[in-house]
C-alpha cells in the first residue's frame, strides 16, 4: 500500500531507516537553548493572551524535561497569590518554596487576615508549624509568643509575620497587591495604638522594600481608614509608576494624603476606585508626575469645574482615562458652580476614552474633549448621546465598544440602542464592537487586552 506514496514519505514512515541520532535531533530535548527561549516566551504570551489562570500552557512546558522545567520557573513563579492561603500553606510556601523560587517572584498579592487560620492552626495542637518556623522568621519572639493560645489575634498575627519574612526575602519584587484590615490600621495609627506597637511586622517589610517596587494596589473594604495614616503609608513607595487604590478615608487630615500623592514623581497609571478624597482639593493638586493613564471610578465627591481642572492639569501626558460611575449630584443651587470655567480641553495625547455618567452632565463632559483625538472610546450608557460625539470625531475614531448597562435599560432597548450605533459607525467607517453587558471579560468594562 505503500508504493503510492511520495519517496520521502515512506522514508519517514520506515523509521528503521531512521538513525536514533537523527530521530533525537528532532525532538523538543534536542532543541538549541535559544529555540527553547523562543517557544517558552511564546508560551507565555499565549497564556497572556488567553487570560489562563496559573498559566496553564507554562505548566504544561514545564514538564517536558528539565531544561524546559528550568526555563518554565520564572514564568510560573512571577506572580503569587497568597490572599486567599491558609497559614499552613504560606508556612509551606515560606519553609519549603521560597529558598528555590524567591528570585523568580516579580509580584505579590496578600492578604493579612483570612477566615479559615483559626480552624487551621487549632488542627496543630502541638504547633509543629510554628517550630518550623521559629529559626526562619524575622520575629522569633513574637512567634513563640502566638503559640501561648490559639485565638484569632494570635493567628492574624502569626500570619502577618509569615508574610514579613517572605517580603523580606524576595528580592526582585516590584509589584504588590496589598488587602488591609482593620487591625493594620490600629498597628500604623498612632492615635488608635499604643506605641510599642507601631510599625510591625509587614509594615517594616514594606518600609524595607517599598523603594524599589514600581506597582502598588491597595484595598480595604472594612471601613474608613484614616487619611493621615494613608498618606504616610503611600511614602513608603516613593518610585512607583502605578497606583490602585479601593479605599474610604475618614473626613479630614486630607493633607497628608495630597502632599504624598503630589510628591509620586514616577506615577504614570493612577486608578481611584469611590475615592470620597478625590474632591476639590484632589484636582488643586500639583502633579509633578507624568500620569498618562487615568482612572477614576465612583468618584462622586469630584465636581464637573474640578474635574476640568484636574484634566487640565495632566493633560500633556495623558494617553488613556477612563471616568466610571460618573454620577455627581446637579441641584439648582450647585449647577452654576459645578460648570464654572468650562471649557474644551487640549488633550493632545488622548486616544482612549471611557465616559460613564449621568444624562445631566454627560453632554457638558462630552465637550471637554472636542477638541481632542480619541481613537477608542467605551460606552456604557445610552449611545444616542455619544452619536453627536462620533460624528465630530469620525476622522480619528477607529474602534467604538458599547456595553449597555442593563440596570438603566432593558435588554430590548439595548438591542436598540446597538442598531442605532451601528448604523452610525458603518456611516463613518468606524469599528463596532458590541459587547454583551452580562459578559464575565468585561468586568470592569473593558478586555484584559485593553484594560
Not at 519517496?7 to 537523527?22: E, F, M, R
Not at 448604523?423 to 471579560?441: F, H, M, N, Q, T
Request: charged share 25%; aromatic share 8%.
Amino acid at each position: 500500500m505503500f508504493k503510492s506514496l511520495a519517496p520521502g514519505l515512506v522514508s519517514a514512515l520506515d523509521t528503521n531507516t531512521v538513525s536514533h541520532w537523527d530521530r533525537q535531533k528532532a525532538s523538543l530535548s534536542g532543541l538549541p537553548p535559544e529555540i527553547r527561549f523562543i517557544i517558552v516566551d511564546k508560551v507565555d504570551e499565549l497564556d497572556r493572551e488567553s487570560g489562563a489562570k496559573g498559566d496553564k500552557a507554562m505548566f504544561a512546558v514545564a514538564l517536558l524535561d528539565v531544561e524546559f522545567s528550568t526555563l518554565a520557573q520564572k514564568y510560573i513563579w512571577r506572580k503569587l497569590d497568597l490572599s486567599n492561603s491558609l497559614i499552613e500553606d504560606i508556612g509551606f510556601f515560606l519553609v519549603d518554596v521560597l529558598p528555590r523560587h524567591a528570585c523568580h517572584v516579580t509580584e505579590i498579592t496578600i492578604s493579612q487576615i483570612f477566615p479559615g487560620d483559626d480552624s487551621a492552626v487549632s488542627k496543630d495542637p502541638e504547633h509543629l508549624l510554628h517550630q518550623r518556623l521559629a529559626s526562619l522568621v524575622t520575629y522569633p519572639v513574637e512567634a513563640g509568643a502566638a503559640i501561648q493560645g490559639v485565638n484569632h489575634q494570635h493567628v492574624a498575627r502569626l500570619r502577618r509575620i509569615m508574610l514579613a519574612e517572605i517580603l523580606h526575602l524576595l528580592p526582585n519584587l516590584k509589584s504588590l497587591n496589598f488587602d488591609l484590615v482593620e487591625s493594620d490600621v490600629h498597628v500604623l495609627d498612632g492615635t488608635k495604638s499604643p506605641p510599642h506597637l507601631q510599625q510591625r511586622e509587614v509594615n517594616d517589610a514594606l518600609i524595607m522594600t517599598g523603594s524599589r517596587l514600581l506597582s502598588l494596589r491597595v484595598g480595604y473594604t472594612l471601613e474608613r481608614i484614616g487619611a493621615t495614616w494613608l498618606g504616610n503609608f503611600l511614602s513608603w513607595f516613593p518610585n512607583i509608576s502605578e497606583l490602585d487604590l479601593a479605599v474610604f478615608v475618614s473626613p479630614g487630615g486630607t493633607e497628608r494624603l495630597y502632599h504624598s500623592l503630589g510628591e509620586l514623581s514616577n506615577l504614570r497609571s493612577l486608578s481611584i476606585q469611590y475615592g470620597n478624597f478625590v474632591d476639590e482639593g484632589f484636582a488643586d493638586l500639583d502633579w509633578h508626575a507624568p500620569i498618562s493613564h487615568l482612572q477614576l471610578a465612583g468618584c462622586c465627591n469630584l465636581s464637573p469645574s474640578s474635574l476640568s481642572t484636574l484634566l487640565r492639569k495632566v493633560s500633556p501626558s495623558l494617553e488613556a482615562l477612563h471616568l466610571d460611575d460618573y454620577y455627581f449630584h446637579l441641584t439648582p443651587d450647585n449647577k452654576q458652580a459645578a460648570f464654572k470655567d468650562f471649557q474644551p480641553l487640549a488633550l493632545p495625547k488622548l486616544k482612549t476614552l471611557t465616559v460613564d455618567a449621568d444624562h445631566d452632565v454627560l453632554e457638558a463632559l462630552l465637550g471637554l474633549f472636542s477638541r481632542s483625538s480619541v481613537e477608542r472610546l467605551y460606552i456604557f450608557t445610552w449611545a444616542k448621546d455619544f452619536h453627536a460625539f462620533i460624528s465630530d470625531h469620525d476622522t480619528t475614531l477607529k474602534i467604538v465598544t458599547f456595553i449597555g448597562n442593563l440596570a438603566q435599560m432593558t435588554r430590548q432597548t439595548y438591542e436598540v440602542e446597538v442598531k442605532s450605533l451601528r448604523d452610525l459607525c458603518l456611516s463613518k467607517g468606524i469599528e463596532l464592537e458590541a459587547e454583551d453587558p452580562d459578559d464575565d471579560v468585561y468586568e470592569d468594562g473593558r478586555s484584559a487586552s485593553t484594560a
